[in-house]
T-cell receptor, first 115, second 114 residues
Framework: GAVVSQHPSWVICKSGTSVKIECRSL??????MFWYRQFPKQSLMLMAT?????????EQGVEKDKFLINHASLTLSTLTVTSAHPEDSSFYIC???????????FGEGSWLTVV | QKEVEQNSGPLSVPEGAIASLNCTYS??????FFWYRQYSGKSPELIMS????GDKEDGRFTAQLNKASQYVSLLIRDSQPSDSATYLC????FGGGGYNKLIFGAGTRLAVHP
């Protein structure tokens, strides 16, 4: 079964609005979660590392004020795309390490369409 | 130089054949290596992980790692049409919070034809 769950699976929002995506670890605690973005026919690009109880670590070129990350508990991280624009339309995927080998498991992904 | 490189493909193999997928990485300190399978429009799913030099077999899948050559590969035996997907090679890089973040290659698209 699923190890990491994301919600919503897909969302359509109007340009200029904000949308929140949730990522939950199921049956395990995740002090760290990772957020990726994937455009069609391209690979996954790491956006940021979400750290429970502290600020997220953003990858170079990712606007921290536009992509707000909150990791308020050991099982939940949220990504909020603020003032969304059509170019933010993409597949957003979260992941979390689990187990002694820190194998990383992915959520189901969230399709965002900004119109 | 890209950190993780893969041939984008498509790699086309007949059903029942062996599919060989290759990946090279640039960071010598990488310790963990993963192969993920991603169907179109879906999230990646873990196929294999490998941490030490040599071969690791799991069912029809065999991962091979050569740290000296900075090379990791995935062999799929008895390929099936359902194996048709994009295969992503991922290598750990140091991330925040003490955990290793995954760096992905662009993926190789595999097409298994009947």
């Amino acid at each position: 079964g699923a190890v990491v769950s994301q919600h919503p699976s897909w969302v359509i929002c109007k340009s200029g609005t904000s949308v929140k995506i949730e990522c939950r670890s199921l049956d395990f605690q995740a002090t760290t979660m990772f957020w990726y973005r994937q455009f069609p026919k391209q690979s996954l690009m790491l956006m940021a590392t979400s750290n429970e109880g502290s600020k997220a670590t953003y990858e170079q070129g990712v606007e921290k004020d536009k992509f707000l990350i909150n990791h308020a508990s050991l099982t939940l991280s949220t990504l909020t795309v603020t003032s969304a624009h059509p170019e933010d339309s993409s597949f957003y995927i979260c992941s979390a390490p689990r187990g002694s080998g820190n194998t990383i498991y992915f959520g189901e992904g969230s399709w965002l369409t900004v119109v | 130089q890209k950190e993780v490189e893969q041939n984008s493909g498509p790699l086309s193999v007949p059903e029942g054949a062996i599919a060989s997928l290759n990946c090279t990485y640039s960071d010598r300190v990488s310790q963990s290596f993963f192969w993920y399978r991603q169907y179109s429009g879906k999230s990646p799913e873990l196929i294999m992980s490998i941490y030490s030099n040599g071969d690791k077999e799991d069912g029809r899948f065999t991962a091979q790692l050569n740290k000296a050559s900075q090379y990791v590969s995935l062999l799929i035996r008895d390929s099936q049409p359902s194996d048709s997907a994009t295969y992503l090679c991922a290598v750990t890089g140091f991330g925040g919070g003490g955990y290793n973040k995954l760096i992905f290659g662009a993926g190789t698209r595999l097409a298994v034809h009947p």
